[in-house]
C-alpha cells in the first residue's frame, strides 16, 4: 500500500520503525531486516527529487535524522557500540534494534558501492548539519560512530586497491596519514590492538591476505608516510618473511603434504613426512660439489622407499614431491641452474612415461623445452599472456598464484594418472573428439563442424554459467563449475606448453574458431598468431574462473579451495576402481556418463572440500602466526561475520546436505535465470515474424526471393503503404521500421546469448549463424520449403 501510494508516507514509515524498535515485536530478526530495508527504501525514493541516484553516504545522511526521531530511549545510546562484531553483542550490552538494523542496511549499501577516493574524501568533510533533529546529542553519537567504522573500512579498502593512478595515490595517501593519526596510534609496549586497528587490519587481511597486509607495511608508500607506524605494527604482529618462500609464494599457494609434517585434515597424509625428507636430501644433493655423486643420497632414498615391505612410497607419489619441490623451492626462487644434471638423473631412475618426461623437462629447464618460452633477443616471437606467466622472473602477484595452481593441477594430474579426463585434456585432447565433454552444458558430443567444447562452458561477465541448452539440466552450478573450468581449461593451457602441435589440435578440433577469433570488447582479443589467439583464449577462461573464485571471499581462500579440490581429484582417481569413484573416466562416450560424472564431481571434490574449507584455512593461519597479537586478531578475523548474498544461498541450494529437501523446481528455475530472461524478445521476434510473412510478403517476387535484403524490403513497403489506396496501412507503417528494429535487435541478443549457435540445423545438427543488420538478405530470415537453411526467426522462437 505504501509503494502505491503517491502522497508523502513518512508518518507510516515513522510508525513501523517504531514498532521494528520493540522487543514485543514478534518478528524474526531477518524478517525485520527485510521490512527495515524495504522501508528505507521507499522513504529514500519517496525523496528522490529528480535524482537518479543516491550513495551510500547520502543514504546514510538521508535516513539517520527519520531513525533518531524513532528512537524512544536514548539513554543508553552514549554507551551504545556498533554490532560490527560478535565480541560487541555483550549480553549486558543495552541494544537499540533500530540502530542495529540501521547499520546492517548500511553495511549492505557500502559493500555494493565501488570505493572511491572521492568517496571517502566526502566522509571526511562531512558534518551532521540537520539542525532540525529532534536529539541533535543523541544524533551526533550515532553519526561519529558510523563515520568512524566507514572511514576505517573505506581507507583500508582503498590501500588494498593495486591499479591506482598518480593522481589517487597522491589522495589515498593523504587519507591514510589523516586516518594513522586519528585512530590508529600505536606503541610497542602494546599488549592489545584498539578496536579501530582490529577493523583496519581485519578489513586488509579478509579482502587480501597477511602476505599483503606485511608488504604494505613495508612498502614506500607507507614508510614514507610514517615509517615508525609501520614498523612498530610490524614488530607488534611478529610479522617475518619466511626464507624458503618468496613474497610470491606463500603457503596458501601449496599442495598441503608441502606444508609440515603435521599431517591433521590432509588427503595424503602420509606424504607429509616424506616430503619433508625429500626437501631436505634434495637440498643437500644441490650443495654437493662432486657432480658425479651428486644426486646419489637422493638415490638411496628413493631405493629405501620403494624396498620397504610394503613399500612406503610407489614412484608416482616419488614423482609427484619431486615435481612439487622442484617448483616451489627452485623454479619460484629463479634457481634451476643448481639442478642443472637433475634431468638426466630423474629420466634414469623414475621409469618415467613420455606424457610424465615431457613435463619435468618444462619444470627442469623452460627456456629450452617449454613451448613458446619467450627467449631474450628473438622480437619476431609474438609474445602471449600464458607463456609470460611461466618467465622465470615473472613478478606479477595477481596472476602468478594462478601458475601455482596450474603446476600443483599438473602434479595432482600425475598422481591421478591416465584414469582420469583431466589427463586426457592434458596430454590427449584429440580422443575427446565425438564425445561428451565433462562440465559442457551442450550435452552434445564434441565435433570440428559441430559444437565444440567451449561452446558450452561459458560464464557470463556477472559470473553465471551460460546453460547451452535446457533439455538437459547441467548438473554443475556455480561455484563449483569455477573448480571444474579452471582444471579443464588449465589442463589444455599445459597441452599449449607442452607439444609442438599443440595449437593444431585445440584450435579446431576442441576449440571453436570463431570464439577464439572474436575481437569483441567483450573477449579483449589478444595478438595476431593463431599460438597468441589460442594461448589468451586459454588463459582468460583461467582467469576469469579464478577471479569468480576470488570475489566470494579473498585470493588466498580462493588458492585453498582450489588446491584441495585438485588433491581430492586426485585422491579419488587413484581409487577410480572403488564402486563410489566408477564415474572417473578418461572420457564419456554417453550423456549419462558425462551427467553422472559431473554430480558426483560436485558432490564428492567440491562440496568435500567446501565443507571442510575452515579446517583448511585454520591450518595454513597457523602455520602463518607468529605473534599472540596476530594470533588474537585471526581469531578476531575468524569471528567477523559475512553479509549474507544471493551467491550464498546458491552455493548451499546445491550442497548435497540438503539433497533431501524438494527444493529441484526451485534449483531448475535459479539455473534458468538467463534462459528466462532471454524470453522477453519473444513478442518482439514475433512481430518481426509475422511483418516479414504477412504483411511484406506479397511485396517479393520469387525470383528475386533471395538477392533482396531486409532494407530493401523496407523502403519498397514505405512505398507500397503510403500510396491512397493503402490508407488502412497507413498509420502501421510508421512502426515497421520499430519492428524492424527490435527484431534485428532481438536475434542479435540470442546470438549473443547461445555464443551464435542455434539448433536445429542440417540433419538435426547445431550450427552456426550470424548476426543480421538491415542489409542481410530476406531469405536467410524467412520460412522455406528447405528447413536446414535460414529460417532464423521461427527457430528461435
Not at 210 to 219: A, H, I, P, V, Y
Request: hydrophobic letters at 40%.
Amino acid at each position: 500500500m505504501l509503494k502505491s501510494s503517491t502522497e508523502s508516507c513518512k508518518e507510516e514509515i515513522e510508525n513501523l520503525f517504531q514498532g521494528l524498535n520493540k522487543s514485543t515485536y514478534r518478528l524474526s530478526l531477518p524478517m525485520k531486516q527485510l521490512l527495515f530495508d524495504k522501508l528505507a527504501s521507499l522513504y529514500v525514493e519517496s525523496i528522490r527529487h529528480n535524482r537518479i541516484t543516491f550513495d551510500c553516504w547520502e543514504r546514510l545522511i538521508i535516513l539517520l535524522p527519520l531513525i533518531i526521531e524513532c528512537l524512544q530511549d536514548d539513554n543508553h545510546l552514549e554507551d551504545y557500540q556498533l554490532p560490527y562484531h560478535p565480541s560487541i553483542l555483550t549480553n549486558d550490552n543495552q541494544r537499540q534494534p533500530l540502530i542495529d538494523l540501521f547499520f546492517f542496511h548500511l553495511q549492505r549499501y557500502f559493500n555494493d558501492e565501488t570505493i572511491k577516493c572521492e568517496l571517502v574524501n566526502k566522509i571526511m568533510q562531512s558534518k551532521l548539519q540537520n539542525m532540525r533533529i529532534k536529539r541533535p546529542k543523541s544524533a551526533a553519537e550515532i553519526f561519529k560512530k558510523l563515520k568512524d567504522y566507514f572511514l576505517l573500512r573505506l581507507t583500508a579498502l582503498l590501500l588494498c586497491q593495486t591499479d591506482v593512478s598518480p593522481d589517487d595515490q597522491r589522495i589515498i595517501s593523504r587519507i591514510t596519514l589523516a586516518i594513522i593519526n586519528t585512530y590508529l596510534s600505536v606503541d610497542r609496549e602494546t599488549i592489545q590492538l584498539n578496536q579501530y586497528l582490529q577493523i583496519f587490519l581485519s578489513t586488509i587481511i579478509s579482502k587480501r591476505s597477511w602476505n599483503f597486509l606485511f608488504n604494505l607495511l613495508k612498502s614506500d608508500h607507507i614508510q614514507r608516510l610514517n615509517s615508525q607506524w609501520a614498523t612498530t605494527l610490524s614488530h607488534l604482529l611478529g610479522m617475518k618473511q619466511t626464507i624458503q618462500n618468496n613474497k610470491y609464494l606463500q603457503l596458501c599457494h601449496q599442495i598441503q603434504f608441502t606444508l609440515s609434517t603435521n599431517n591433521t585434515s590432509s588427503i595424503f597424509p602420509k606424504l607429509h613426512q616424506s616430503y619433508e625428507q625429500l626437501k631436505h636430501i634434495l637440498k643437500n644433493c644441490v650443495k654437493e660439489n662432486l657432480d658425479e655423486q651428486r644426486w646419489k643420497n637422493l638415490s638411496d632414498w628413493i631405493l629405501l622407499k620403494q624396498n620397504m615391505n610394503p613399500p612406503d612410497l610407489n614412484l608416482k607419489e616419488i614423482k609427484v614431491m619431486s615435481l612439487l619441490n622442484i617448483y616451489y623451492d627452485y623454479y619460484c626462487n629463479n634457481q634451476l641452474t643448481s639442478l642443472n644434471t637433475l634431468l638426466e638423473f630423474i629420466e634414469n631412475t623414475l621409469e618415467l612415461l613420455p606424457e610424465e618426461l615431457k613435463v619435468f623437462r618444462v619444470i627442469l629447464q623452460p627456456e629450452q623445452f617449454m613451448i613458446g618460452y619467450p627467449r631474450g633477443g628473438n622480437d619476431n616471437v609474438e609474445k602471449n599472456f600464458l607463456n609470460s606467466l611461466f618467465t622465470i622472473n615473472c613478478q606479477d602477484e595477481d596472476e602468478l598464484c594462478i601458475r601455482h595452481s596450474l603446476v600443483n593441477l599438473m602434479a595432482m594430474i600425475l598422481m591421478g594418472g591416465k584414469q582420469s579426463f583431466l589427463w586426457t585434456f592434458a596430454f590427449h585432447p584429440l580422443t575427446l573428439q565425438n564425445t561428451f565433454g565433462f562440465g559442457s552444458t551442450a550435452h552434445q558430443v564434441i565435433q570440428s563442424n559441430g559444437v565444440h567444447y567451449d561452446c558450452g562452458c561459458i560464464i557470463t561477465q556477472n559470473g553465471d554459467l551460460m546453460q547451452f541448452e535446457r533439455t538437459h539440466a547441467s548438473a554443475l552450478n556455480v561455484p563449483a563449475v569455477y573448480v571444474a573450468y579452471f582444471s579443464t581449461f588449465g589442463a589444455l593451457a599445459w597441452h599449449l606448453l607442452l607439444f609442438n602441435e599443440s595449437v593444431q589440435n585445440l584450435h579446431g578440433p576442441i576449440l571453436a574458431t570463431h570464439a577464439v577469433a572474436d575481437d569483441t570488447a567483450v573477449c579483449r582479443l589478444a595478438g595476431n598468431n593463431d599460438r597468441t589467439k589460442v594461448c589468451h583464449f586459454v588463459r582468460a577462461r583461467l582467469l576469469s574462473t579464478f577471479n569468480f573464485l576470488s570475489i566470494r571471499s579473498n585470493q588466498d581462500d580462493a588458492c585453498i579451495l582450489l588446491n584441495r579440490c585438485l588433491e581430492q581429484m586426485a585422491f579419488l582417481t587413484i581409487n577410480h576402481q572403488q564402486a563410489e569413484n566408477s564415474w572417473i573416466k578418461p572420457i564419456f562416450h554417453t550423456l549419462n556418463d558425462e551427467l553422472k560424472a559431473e554430480q558426483a564431481y560436485q558432490n564428492q571434490v567440491f562440496y568435500f572440500v567446501h565443507e571442510k574449507l575452515i579446517e583448511y584455512k585454520a591450518y595454513v593461519n597457523q602455520l602463518n602466526l607468529q605473534s599472540q597479537i596476530q594470533t588474537n586478531l585471526q581469531d578476531f578475523i575468524n569471528q567477523m561475520p559475512i553479509t549474507i548474498q544471493f551467491l550464498h544461498f546458491k552455493t548451499e541450494l546445491h550442497n548435497p546436505i540438503h539433497s533431501e529437501l524438494p527444493l529441484k523446481i526451485l534449483r531448475h528455475v535459479l539455473d534458468s535465470m538467463d534462459f528466462l530472461k532471454i524470453t522477453k524478445w519473444i513478442y518482439n521476434l514475433s512481430q518481426f515474424y509475422l511483418l516479414l510473412h504477412q504483411t511484406y510478403t506479397q511485396l517479393i517476387e520469387q525470383d528475386e526471393f533471395h538477392k533482396i535484403t531486409l532494407e530493401e524490403l523496407y523502403n519498397r513497403g514505405q512505398k507500397h503503404y503510403n500510396e491512397p489506396h493503402q490508407f488502412q496501412y497507413y498509420h502501421r507503417n510508421n512502426n515497421y521500421s520499430l519492428i524492424i528494429d527490435k527484431g534485428i535487435e532481438a536475434v542479435n541478443a540470442y546470438h549473443n546469448f547461445t555464443d551464435g549457435l542455434i539448433r536445429p540445423g542440417a540433419c538435426d545438427q547445431t550450427q552456426h549463424f550470424t548476426k543480421i543488420t538491415r542489409q542481410t538478405p530476406i531469405h536467410y530470415l524467412v520460412t522455406t520449403a528447405n528447413y536446414d537453411e535460414g529460417d532464423i526467426v521461427m527457430r528461435i522462437l
